[in-house]
């Protein structure tokens, strides 16, 4: 069972527009939302993460909003650059009961075209 | 700013052989976590450590085992290998509690590839 959803496995935008990105999970236990991104060859890298107390949270050109009524979270690039086309994962974490493991969408594949 | 190093980067063991992937986490680092990505999926976690102790334990096969070191450094040793363990292991290193907000700093992974 997949907590964790990102239901589009690839995107393509122009550079200069907005990038969103869709996750949805189902674990209404989970309090912390964290975006990783990762190119080829290398270990995923943090982005921006979003405690589940907040609905928004931002860090430069990324966005991160959580809608907890919806169980959806979406990550906004703007302005998407050719160097943004990486896979992004959504991720989880439910840290009450002291483990902060992340449970992983299978990612979101961003192309940026020149 | 030293990173994860995980070693080796890249593996081959036939089946039935054993592996020991290594993990050096980011200095000051108390926490560290493996986690297992097979073709065109999630990274799936398999087990954490918090100072020296096992902390959680997700979908790792009793086949395979860890532990992490007075130094910190992990190892994971992967028995019996089978074809379906073939995958990229990644390690993960963050300071207990702050996870959550700062998320993890992950190596750049070892794949192992199981003939």
């Known amino acids: 069972d997949q907590q964790v959803k990102q239901n589009s496995p690839s995107l393509s935008v122009q550079e200069g527009r907005i990038s969103i990105l869709n996750c949805d999970y189902t674990n209404s236990m989970f309090d912390y939302f964290l975006w990783y991104k990762k190119y080829p060859a290398e270990g995923p890298t943090f982005l921006i993460s979003i405690s589940s107390i907040k609905d928004k949270n931002e860090d430069g050109r990324f966005t991160v909003f959580l809608n907890k009524s919806a169980k959806h979270l979406s990550l906004h690039i703007v302005p998407s650059q050719p160097g943004d086309s990486a896979v992004y994962f959504c991720a989880a974490s439910a840290t009450q009961g002291g483990s902060e493991k992340l449970v992983f969408g299978k990612g979101t594949k961003l192309t940026v075209n020149p | ?115």
Not at chain 2, 14 to 20: F, Q, S, V
Not at chain 2, 54 to 76: M, N, T, V
């Open chain 2, 1 to 115: 700013a030293a990173g994860v190093i995980q070693s080796p980067r890249h593996l081959i063991k036939e089946k039935r052989e054993t592996a020991t992937l290594k993990c050096y986490p980011i200095p000051r680092h108390d926490t560290v976590y493996w986690y297992q990505q097979g073709p065109g999926q999630d990274p799936q976690f398999l087990i954490s450590f918090y100072e020296k102790m096992q902390s959680d334990k997700g979908s790792i096969p009793d086949r395979f085992s860890a532990q992490q070191f007075s130094d910190y450094h992990s190892e994971l040793n992967m028995s019996s290998l089978e074809l379906g363990d073939s995958a990229l292991y990644f390690c993960a290193s963050s300071l207990a509690g702050i996870a959550g907000n700062y998320g993890y700093t992950f190596g750049s992974g070892t794949r192992l590839t199981v003939v």
